[in-house]
């Protein structure tokens, strides 16, 4: 069974600047997906990033991109120019690559923009 | 865009009460699930289905049951409604073969009462 851990409840960061969330997952899989979905107030959960196992490349979505760790099981996300959009709760949650479209999710961090 | 809608964003029932949530979605995905999601406990896997009258038990199945019987519409029912199944309720659907992402819907917040 896969489990991922994010250590970090709740975190706050002012306005324009850059955070880390923390993501480490525990597996016997070689071929899987890792994510980062962001849960903003009151509002739908939305895909942040996606990351390949197989891919050394680390994803960047324009402010957002990922610290893959493959080794060391470590899926960081770093969000630069931090905005108030970004206020949110933010998962990270693994799937296997093959036969099995489970998601299995983090406990979260609660990120808070401060103005 | 894919929409994914959920019957009621808030819901209210009495213990011991049947309880039924609806999720549609409008894009023709095979894959659909049913989430609960807990404070500190993140989202924990109740149902999915990867198709017309299939279902399979994700990690915490016990006091729901499921139904799909068109492909868009997957049904979460709580045979006996009990207070710890005060939780926020959360529907995703995916493509089979399109690609692993996972699209959610708005939740429904249910307290038993």
């Known amino acids: 069974a896969q489990t991922v851990t994010q250590s970090q409840p709740e975190m706050s960061v002012q306005e324009a600047e850059t955070v880390t969330l923390s993501c480490t997952y525990d597996t016997s899989e070689n071929n899987y997906y890792l994510f980062w979905y962001k849960q903003p107030p009151s509002r739908q959960m939305i895909l942040v990033i996606r990351?390949?196992?197989?891919?050394?490349q680390n994803a960047t979505e324009n402010r957002f991109s990922v610290n893959f760790q493959k080794a060391a099981k470590s899926f960081s996300l770093k969000i630069s120019d931090s905005q108030l959009g970004d206020t949110a709760m933010y998962f990270c949650a693994f799937m296997k690559r093959q036969g099995n479209e489970k998601l299995t999710f983090g406990t979260g961090t609660r990120l808070t923009i401060i103005p | 865009d894919v929409k994914v809608t959920q019957s009621s964003r808030y819901l209210v029932k009495r213990t011991g009460e049947k309880v039924f949530l609806e999720c549609v979605q409008d894009m023709d995905h095979e894959n659909m699930f049913w989430y609960r999601q807990d404070p500190g406990l993140g989202l924990r896997l109740i149902y999915f289905s990867y198709d017309v009258k299939m279902k399979e038990k994700g990690d915490i199945p016990e006091g729901y049951s499921v139904s799909r019987e068109k492909k868009e519409r997957f049904s979460l029912i709580l045979e006996s409604a009990s207070t710890n199944q005060t939780s926020m309720y959360l529907c995703a659907s995916a493509p089979r073969i399109q690609g692993p992402e996972q699209y959610f819907g708005p939740g429904t917040r249910l307290t038993v009462t």
């Open positions: 990351q390949e196992a197989y891919k050394q």
